[in-house]
């Protein structure tokens, strides 16, 4: 491992939490020790399941047997080490998060962006979409979630939000909870998977996401809702490329930790898990081969929930 830059920014990318924020913490920590250096922020990709109340009956994580671990945060119990800024996924206290669409402070140094836009944080500008796609609610107005239903909705990104993102320019990372429809097709033309892994189903991600990439050109792409890792550059025709990385749900830190090296705007280091060590480089491609060794088979078929 060699060390990163003294002039450099450390910035991780975690994947869905789904409330279980002790272990991330706990991953983080182990980074840090790794790399010998604290970790600037934290970039969450939805699905966190910020609940302020441990025995929220909405809180899907409950059915799963997941820990209700926000409310310690919330109720200032524990507090966060290092910033952790989040957008939403489809499931989250939508009810909370429904009157701040810009973004606000949950508790000391864990921050939802809001549901559609940019912010420069770390000296980067970050832009963000919360929510996955739904056909039947894209162009439907956003209602109060009041019931599971209307929750369940607050869960869908509509045009509106869409046409915000699309008109930005000069991105460097952008932040979406579904993934880009097609990354499967696009690592075919280009790789064969390294041994352990095999190429998900050709229908998993949306094809609004997709055309956002294709006309903001991040130079980075940090997604998360189908639970497994993935790796893959989109992009040709002379244009900036985007190195998109899709992250693991928070189950093992191996797929559902990325992290940046950042000297001013440029990654120019970064690699996954919490060993330190480094899987791609500035001027090397991005895509399967940058993948960490699988400990197990995937799941070929995991979708988001």
């Not at 991780?12 to 920590?29: K, P, Q, S």
């Not at 980074?31 to 969450?44: H, I, K, N, S």
């Not at 966190?48 to 310690?72: I, Q, Y």
């Not at 420069?120 to 039947?136: C, F, K, M, N, Q």
């Amino acid at each position: 491992m060699v060390p990163l830059a003294p002039d450099s920014r450390l910035i991780a990318g975690v994947g869905d939490i789904h409330g279980r924020f002790h272990r991330v913490e706990a991953w983080l920590d182990a980074l840090e020790q790794a790399l010998e250096r604290p970790v600037d922020l934290a970039l969450a990709v939805g699905d966190v399941e910020a609940f302020l109340l441990a025995d929220d009956h909405r809180r899907k994580a409950a059915k799963r047997g997941m820990p209700a671990e926000f409310a310690g945060y919330a109720d200032g119990v524990r507090s966060m080490k290092r910033p952790l800024y989040f957008i939403g996924g489809n499931n989250e206290d939508f009810e909370a998060l429904h009157d701040s669409p810009d973004g606000f402070s949950l508790a000391p140094n864990v921050h939802y962006l809001g549901r559609a836009g940019l912010k420069e944080l770390g000296g980067l500008r970050v832009a963000y979409l919360s929510g996955i796609h739904a056909p039947r609610f894209y162009e439907q107005p956003l209602k109060r979630p009041r019931s599971l239903d209307t929750a369940k909705q607050a869960g869908y990104f509509r045009a509106s939000e869409v046409d915000k993102v699309q008109a930005l320019r000069d991105v460097d990372v952008l932040l979406v909870h579904e993934w880009p429809r097609g990354l499967p097709q696009r690592a075919q033309e280009r790789e064969v998977p390294p041994p352990g892994r095999t190429l998900p189903s050709y229908w998993i991600g949306n094809p609004i996401t997709r055309r956002l990439v294709e006309t903001v050109h991040p130079k980075w792409v940090l997604c998360g809702h189908s639970h497994r890792a993935f790796a893959v550059t989109l992009g040709n025709g002379g244009r900036q490329p985007s190195r998109v990385a899709c992250l693991d749900q928070a189950a093992k830190p191996e797929e559902a930790v990325f992290w940046m090296e950042v000297r001013g705007r440029e990654v120019v280091s970064a690699g996954w898990g919490t060993s330190g060590q480094v899987a791609w480089r500035a001027g090397q491609p991005w895509g399967l081969g940058c993948l960490p060794t699988p400990s197990e088979a995937p799941s070929l078929e995991t979708t988001g929930s």
